[in-house]
Structures are given as C-alpha cells and as structure tokens.
C-alpha cells in the first residue's frame, strides 16, 4: 500500500534545502540591488513622524536652505503688484489718459516683466556650470552677490531704464536661485520626507509673496506715494540670506561626486550627529554606488556629457521636470501672480490689493496642506488634480468676461481665483519637488536649471502678451483672457496625465531604474524596485 510518509530525516533535509534556496535568492536579490546601484539604508522602515523625530538636525538644514524662496518670493510679489501703487506710476509714468491720469505704458510693462524672465533663463544656464565645477555652496554665494546688485539698482532707480536693469539682475539672482536650492535640498533630505522638505521652499515662496502684498497694501493704505518703503525692506532678505549661507553646510553628494571623501564623510557626520549608530561609511557608499552605477550607464549609452539632459532617458527625465512650471505657465502664472493685482485693478476689483492679500495667504495655507498631505497621497495626483483645477478655474474667468456686469459677477471672480491659486500653489510645491528630485545625480544641476529655463522662456512671451491683454488702454480683454488660458492650459493639463510619474519615497538609484526599465509614468507607483524586493528578503522570517 502507498504512504506519503517520508524516511526519517528527510523532512529536515528537506527544510534545511529550503532555507538554502531561500537564502541563495536573497544573496541573488542583493546582487541584483548591487548591479543597478542600490543598497538598503537602514532607514526604510521609519514612519513619517519617526523620520522627522530622527533627522531633525537635516531638516533644520533643508529649512534654512528653503528660506532663501522668501527672498525669490518677496522680489517677484513686489514686481508684481507695486505697478499698481500709484507713487510707483507717477514715478515712473511716461504716458497721460485724456482724463489727465499718468499711467504706465504696456510696453514699458512688458519689458519690465520680460527682463525679469530674461534674466532667469540667464541665470539658469549659467549657475549649473559653478554649481558642478565649485559646488552647491559657491552657487549660493554667486546669487547672493546678485541678489545684493539687484535691491541696490532698484533702490536708486528713478527711471523707468535703470528699473529695468534692476529687474534683469533681479531675474538673474531668482533664477539661480531656483535652480540651485531644490537640487541641494534633495541632496540633504531624507528619502522618506523629501517631498515635504522640497514643498516647504514653496511654503517660503508663497510667505515671502505674501509678505510684499501686505508690505505694499500697508504703502498703498497710509503712505500711497512712498513706493521705497518696500523696495528697501528687501536689504533685511539679503541680510538674512547672508546668514544663511554661512550656516549651511556644502552638499555631502556632491563631495562624493567630486571624489572628496574625507570632506563628504566630515559633513554626513555633522548631518547626523544625534543619530545613535549612524554608519557614516554605509551613506557615503550607496551615494558612490548610484554614482558609478550611473556612470556606467552613459558610458555604455556615450551619453557622458551635461546636453545628455536632451536624449533618450535623460531627456524624459528633463521633460517631467520642466513640465509642471510649463502647465503653470499656461494655465495663467502670469495672470493671477506677476500681474495679479494689476490684473484685479483693470478687471475693475475696487480693492485690488486686498484681493491679492487674499490669495496670497490661501497660497500659504494650500502649501502647508501639500506638505502635509505629500508623503501619504504622493506628488502625482497632487500635481494632476492641481493643473485640473486650476484649468477650471480659468474657463469660469472666460465665460465671466462674457457676462453682464453686476456684483455676484465680482465674487464669483474672486471665488475662482481662489479656487485658480489653490491648483496653481499645489502644482508649483510639486514642481519644487520634481525639479529637485526626477533628474539623475550626475545631471542634477543641468536637468534642474534647464526645468526653470525652459519655463522663463515661456514666461518671456506671456511677460509680453499679458499687460497687452488686460490694459484698459490696449487689447482689454479683461475677463476673457481666462479663454486664452483655458485654450494653451488643455494640452498641458493634458500632459501632466501622461508624463508625471510617482516619485515618493523613491532614491536616485531607484527611479535609475525605473527609467532604465521604461516604465510608464502612471505605473511608478505600482512597480517594484530592486531596493523594495531586497527589503522584502531581508525582512523574511526564513532569511534572518
């Protein structure tokens, strides 16, 4: 008769094989991991709270780092809205209306807010060289002295020439700026709480913007021909930058991609020091390793130099990242923010600044939800509902331009420029976040400058077209202009869709391969990586 019983001991020779394949597939998952420059950090498994509890001393640096947005955001919220201060127009004024009101000349307004992008796309396509060749801590220093060039040109322009120039060195400074801080902050950040560390240099933006507006409504109100007072207040940013600057310390990734050990070993140690067996040897070699890994790859592709950012992966890579600022751009950045409150004004909003004030701390609150939200929801639907939203909102202005005017007309207006600022903040905390994050550690600083160039480009035209489209005196489309907004936004919302992928709780070598591998975006979230699978083996009972 048959029996499924087994000799005596061959159950345990048995098992004894099992536990042998077993811990050959996990030497074999280690290896894999290993091949495409990725290792465990011992840190996987930390919770959200637990990781802010722990690397508390880097988070403070990120923070410090951020700041440096306030500055960005109080000189863009000044060009923004101190046109409308009426000092400011009789200052600058080259033009009187029939009725005998000085005004400033659409052109004039346009050269002012396209040399400010000119000075970005400049700026960007230069910093990354000194970012590379000296480090993230020159780059600073460099924008700084610019920033410094820039608040003493406008503090002595009186005509409308020498604030130009003073707006180039502005958007020189701001577009250094904004692409040197969101690399660093990726640099420093901890994987598992990057995203809310990259969105809190939006948070900073969106303070400092509203800071301007409540430093020119507080002009407007009580000393309407003192346009100085805030241009004068922007000497306490640079100050505070300066302190900044010297507290930071250079980026430990980019000592390892400079073959500086000692240096980058001296600065993880700093970072976290309070960390009780930190293994300051096991970071420094998962950095080494994503490098060479990466290294390798553009070897065996030829694609070693920094304009690989246009071909193939890389060059995706470098779409995702400029694509949220583009989709901002085209759903109206320049309507509702550089030329918002003069957008209200000529709209016929009685209390413009006061709108804009509005808004301002509604951008606020929406960064601090994103931030909140981030590492639970991810940056991907944040970003897509965002774009959506804010496309939404600029159809509603459309069809109000086509509506007889009456007072239900005002509020709504000012209901969907809220509802417009909300997507619009959300998109651009999540633009911080892939512009820090989506590029390769070797493209870092190339892929992120040209991500802000590309989007200042784009800012150029409509620094242009924009004071055409509103002023009362030229094209005066008022309200319709949400229409044309509503016609470039759909193909950008559009695209958000299709190229924006996952990034949260991803490493460098991580999205390596998932870009190696060409996964589609919307399938990032939802893919294993080698990392993961080597978490899993090493978590399993029959591997310990």
């Known amino acids: 008769m048959a029996t499924n019983s087994l000799p005596k001991g061959t159950e345990e020779r048995v098992e004894d094989l099992d536990i042998h394949e077993d811990a050959l597939k996990s030497s074999e998952i280690a290896q894999d991991a290993v091949a495409k420059g990725q290792a465990t950090t011992g840190y996987e498994q930390l919770t959200i709270l637990e990781s802010i509890v722990m690397f508390r001393r880097t988070i403070f640096f990120c923070t410090l780092a951020a700041f440096s947005a306030a500055a960005d955001g109080y000189q863009i919220g000044i060009n923004a809205s101190i046109v409308a201060n009426k000092g400011f127009v009789r200052q600058f004024a080259t033009k009187t209306s029939d009725a005998g009101v000085l005004y400033l000349e659409s052109p004039i307004l346009s050269a002012w807010g396209s040399i400010m992008s000119v000075g970005q796309i400049i700026g960007t396509s230069t910093i990354p060289f000194i970012s590379h060749r ?5 780059a600073m220093w460099w924008l700084w002295l610019f920033a410094c060039a820039s608040v003493l040109a406008e503090s002595f322009a009186r005509k409308w020439p020498v604030w130009l120039v003073a707006k180039l060195l502005a958007g020189y400074a701001v577009g250094c700026l904004q692409a040197t801080l969101p690399p660093y902050i990726s640099e420093l950040a901890p994987i598992r709480i990057r995203g809310g560390l990259l969105m809190s240099y939006q948070f900073w933006w969106a303070l400092g913007s509203f800071s301007a507006q409540i430093a020119l ?16 207040t922007q000497w306490g940013h640079v100050a505070i930058m300066f302190i900044v600057y010297c507290i930071l310390p250079e980026s430990p990734v980019w000592c390892a991609t400079r073959g500086l050990e000692e240096k980058s070993k001296r600065i993880f140690s700093m970072l976290h020091r309070n960390i009780e067996g930190y293994d ?30 246009f071909r193939g992966t890389d060059g995706l890579r470098t779409t995702i990242a400029f694509w949220p600022g583009l989709a901002q751009q085209c759903i109206g950045l320049k309507l509702f923010g550089t030329f918002g409150t003069y957008f209200f004004q000529q709209a016929g909003v009685s209390q413009p600044f006061t709108v804009k004030c509005i808004t301002s701390s509604i951008q606020i609150a929406t960064v601090l939800g994103n931030i909140a939200l981030v590492e639970n929801f991810g940056r991907r639907p944040l970003a897509c509902w965002a774009v959506t939203l804010s496309w939404v909102a600029c159809c509603v202005v459309g069809i109000l331009g086509v509506v007889p005017d009456n007072k239900a007309k005002t509020y709504v207006f000012v209901l969907f420029a809220c509802f417009w600022n909300i997507g619009m903040m959300t998109c651009g905390t999540a633009a911080s976040a892939f512009n820090g994050e989506i590029s390769s550690q070797r493209l870092r600083p190339y892929t992120a400058a040209f991500a802000v160039g590309i989007t200042c480009v784009l800012g150029v035209i409509m620094d242009v077209l924009v004071p055409y489209m509103v002023n009362a005196h030229m094209w005066n489309w008022g309200l319709k202009t949400g229409w044309f907004y509503a016609g470039i936004g759909f193909p950008a919302m559009i695209g958000m869709w299709f190229f924006i992928p996952e990034t949260k709780s991803r490493s460098t070598a991580e999205l390596d391969e998932l870009f190696e591998r060409k996964i589609k975006p919307w399938r990032f979230a939802k893919t294993e990586t080698a990392t993961e699978r080597l978490i899993k083996s090493e978590e399993s009972p029959t591997r310990l």
């Open 134 to 138: 000296w480090g993230r801590k020159a």
């Open 217 to 232: 409504r507080t002009v407007n109100a009580d000393y309407p021909y003192k346009w100085l007072v805030p241009i004068y």
């Open 280 to 309: 300051v040897d096991r970071q420094y070699n998962l950095v080494i390793m994503t490098v060479e890994h990466e290294r390798e790859v553009a070897v065996q592709q030829r694609r070693e130099q920094w304009w690989s950012i």
